[in-house]
């Protein structure tokens, strides 16, 4: 069975500095691999997605991120983060038998001024 | 563009009752999905509907149960309701594209006291 894995349940960065959110899958071939942000009180909003060509993905709101098939993984990047980014961060996967996202248990990300 | 549209925001019940919450899909998405969010994790995948018919579904009981109408739009039904289904319950649409993402909506609040 497909999961996906987030090591860091909470990432704490100051305003300005870069952020990288880690996310590993485990999975046999390439997967559909995506990145979601879900602000308080709100649902999901997609960031990024993956599943062919070039292994650097840019997504909105300046994020990228670059699957690296080697280590099974699918690091969401940003140069500068903003206070406006403090949210939870969420990694999912679907892999080539399914339409449906299994998701990770999220990374919440706290900026501070 | 209209995006998901979920109703209610906020819904409190009886452990032992019946819960009904609907969502109206993004338009042109002919592919919904449910997920049970509970605090400080991530989505847990309920089922998927394509074309009014159930094509998908997670480790739920059947307890929980589902419909889509032709006009793409989907309730999601909880009879004996229990502590543990309080949580955040998203409704995502799409198109039957895995690569496509999904499109989420504010999620309903429900909680069984």
């Known amino acids: 069975a497909q999961s996906v894995t987030q090591p860091d349940i909470h990432i704490t960065v100051s305003e300005g500095a870069s952020l990288e959110l880690r996310c590993n899958y485990s999975y046999g071939a390439t997967p559909y691999l995506f990145w979601y942000v879900q602000s308080p009180g709100q649902g999901l909003q997609l960031l990024l997605k993956?599943?062919?060509?070039?292994?650097l993905v840019q997504g909105i709101k300046g994020f990228e991120a670059e699957f690296k098939r080697s280590q099974s993984s699918f690091n969401l990047r940003k140069p500068s983060v903003h206070w406006s980014d403090a949210a939870e961060y969420f990694c999912?996967?679907?892999?080539?038998?399914?339409?449906?996202?299994?998701f990770g248990r999220g990374t919440s990300l706290i900026v501070h001024p | 563009e209209t995006g998901v549209t979920q109703s209610p925001t906020h819904l409190i019940k009886t452990r032992g009752q019946q819960v009904t919450l609907r969502c109206s899909s993004q338009?042109?998405?002919?592919?919904v999905s449910w997920y049970q969010q509970a605090l400080g994790q991530g989505p847990q995948f309920i089922f998927q509907?394509?074309?009014?018919?159930?094509?998908g579904r997670g480790n739920f009981p059947p307890r929980f149960s589902g419909l889509q109408f032709p006009n793409y739009s989907s309730e999601l039904n909880v009879n004996a309701l229990e502590l543990d289904d309080s949580a955040l319950y998203l409704c995502a649409s799409s198109l039957p594209d895995r690569g496509g993402g999904y499109t989420f909506g504010s999620g309903t609040r429900l909680t069984v006291v």
């Open positions: 999912a996967v679907v892999h080539g038998g399914s339409y449906i996202p299994t």
């Open positions: 509907y394509y074309r009014e018919e159930e094509n």
């Open positions: 338009s042109g998405h002919n592919t």
């Open positions: 993956y599943f062919s060509g070039d292994t």
